[in-house]
């Protein structure tokens, strides 16, 4: 059965970074993307880009470009989202989904991030 | 990449059905039959109800019906019942490996 589980929630001050991890189980880790997802509080769902653990590209949405990076390990069939210079707008719950033909499968339980000075 | 225009909300009363549409352009939602529709409870991660324009995943109601015509995806409940009371996005491929989502419907069952 697959299963995405992310680490826990998250409280930073503005200008910080933050990293969420996301672990994949049940299925061979190379096989699909690992796309990440947020959304802010009362908000809509924001696509900030994927990883390829098979290729080992990255594709960043343009919003964010330049300030976020995602890596991966897969030994421990692991995908991490780092998001830097941080600012209140930044403040939501970050999803990391699996990637199967163009849709979202899988569902990590999401990571709250909270961006307070 | 812009948003894809979905009205922000619908209802309808149970046993009713109630289309929702996904407005794009000939980039994404017209160019390629990659449309998935997603639906949120609140307090919930989101779950896939639709993909491939019109393909329900295993253990999804056939209430639930997608469609595509030019720019503009659709994604129809029919029967409503109190349960399909949710958030609903959709989401859409828009090449080189872009994607992007929809502002969301709050659908609400009357």
């Known amino acids: 059965q697959v299963h995405l589980v992310q680490s826990g929630a998250e409280v930073k001050k503005p200008g910080a970074s933050v990293k969420v991890s996301c672990k994949a189980s049940?299925?061979?880790?190379?096989?699909?993307?690992i796309q990440w997802v947020r959304q802010a509080p009362g908000q809509g769902l924001d696509y900030m880009g994927h990883?390829?653990?098979?290729?080992?590209?990255?594709n960043y949405a343009q919003k964010f470009q330049g300030r976020v990076t995602m890596t991966w390990d897969a030994s421990i069939s692991t995908a991490y989202m780092e998001l830097s210079g941080l600012t209140s707008d930044d403040t939501a719950v970050y999803f990391c989904?699996?990637?199967?033909?163009?849709?979202?499968?899988?569902w990590g339980q999401g990571t709250p991030v909270t961006v307070s000075s | 990449q812009s948003a894809l225009t979905q009205p922000p909300s619908a209802s309808g009363s149970p046993g009713q059905s109630v289309t929702i549409s996904c407005t794009g352009t000939?980039?994404?939602?017209?160019?390629?039959?990659?449309v998935s529709w997603y639906q949120q409870h609140p307090g919930k991660t989101p779950k896939v109800i639709i993909y491939?324009?019109?393909k329900r995943p295993s253990g999804v109601p056939d209430r639930f019906s997608g469609s595509k015509s030019g720019n503009t995806a659709s994604l129809t409940v029919s029967g409503l019942r109190a349960e399909d009371e949710a958030d609903y996005y959709c989401?859409?491929?828009?090449?080189?490996?872009?994607?992007?989502f929809g502002g969301g419907t709050k659908l609400t069952v009357l």
């Open positions: 989904a699996r990637g199967t033909r163009h849709y979202l499968d899988y």
């Open positions: 049940g299925y061979t880790f190379s096989a699909n993307y």
């Open positions: 990883v390829n653990p098979a290729s080992g590209d990255t």
């Open positions: 000939s980039s994404d939602v017209g160019a390629y039959n990659y």
């Open positions: 491939e324009v019109t």
């Open positions: 989401l859409a491929y828009a090449g080189s490996h872009n994607w992007v």
